[in-house]
């Protein structure tokens, strides 16, 4: 398709691709967490945690929020949303079009009503 | 009377979008006219290019050439800013008069077939847009291509769609 769109859904995918990070989406969907408390559960260490959260968070699936010394994890609403937000889009357009359609049917309707009386 | 009257148009003639499955997505539309009117304006090449690219979504139509019968070909030509042009093409594997039109897009490695019915509603015209992907990836792929861009086009258009009403 036309390529002057950005990716975020080629993002979301790839953010998805990997089992932890899956399961750091399904355990952020119970409860927001910390960091260092994903890294426990998911027996890896900080840094390795902080990376996925890096990915999850460049896809908009995740946001992270500093607090003191401890960073919360918390879902994002774009890859959740994001199909919603193009089927919206989809609709628009197409909406768009079809108003422009109306007129231009409205137009034939008043040639047919003028016009073809002596056709 | 007048409210009784309007009841239902107002739903009726929204457009609605639907993924009706995971390769499939249908859009769909009430026109106030006759198949054979919005027949007309999509087959007819002069016509079509005056609504199928909406204003002010920073796109413009280049080049527009289609052949609408069965077996024929399309090819349509788009500029985006300042970006090199775009071509979508494709042949039309049926055309029924009045009825329905079914193109394939060929642009791209799996592209989607469409078809489009125009079915009588007393007078008025259901419209099907219905898009059917090879695959559940074609589909999200074709998805995440313009998901982003879209909106942004389309807030604009918003602004602009008020003024086009005069």
């Known amino acids: ?119 | 009377m007048d409210q009784q009257t309007r009841n239902h148009p107002v739903a009726q003639n929204r457009t609605a979008v639907e993924r009706k499955s995971d390769r499939e997505l249908i859009v769909t539309r009430l026109f106030d006219a006759p198949p054979h009117m919005v027949f007309r304006a999509w087959a007819e090449p002069e016509l079509f290019r005056r609504w199928w690219v909406p204003e002010g979504a920073g796109i413009t139509l280049l080049s527009c050439e289609m052949d609408v019968r069965t077996g024929g070909k399309y090819r349509l030509e788009f500029a985006a800013g300042e970006i090199d042009t775009v071509a979508f093409y494709g042949k039309y594997l049926a055309v029924a008069p009045d009825e329905s039109i079914v193109w394939t897009n060929e642009e791209e490695g799996e592209g989607a077939v469409t078809t489009v019915t125009f079915e009588d509603q007393g007078g008025k015209t259901l419209l099907t847009f219905h898009e059917l992907y090879p695959s559940k990836e074609a589909l999200d792929e074709a998805m995440a291509g313009s998901a982003a861009g879209l909106p942004t086009q389309l807030d604009q258009l918003d602004e602009l769609l008020p003024t086009i009403g005069e």
């Open chain 1, 1 to 119: 398709m036309v390529q002057y769109m950005m990716p975020s859904l080629d993002l979301s995918f790839a953010a998805l691709s990997d089992t932890t990070r899956r399961g750091v989406l399904e355990q952020l969907g119970r409860a927001d967490a910390s960091i260092t408390s994903l890294a426990d559960r998911f027996h890896m260490t900080l840094t390795g945690m902080k990376k996925h959260v890096a990915v999850l968070e460049r896809a908009g699936l995740v946001v992270t929020e500093k607090v003191g010394r401890v960073r919360t994890c918390k879902l994002g609403r774009c890859g959740l949303e994001a199909e919603a937000e193009w089927i919206e889009a989809h609709r628009k357009l197409f909406e768009a079009r079809f108003d422009a359609l109306d007129k231009i049917i409205l137009e034939m309707k008043q040639e047919e009503d003028d016009g073809p009386a002596n056709a």
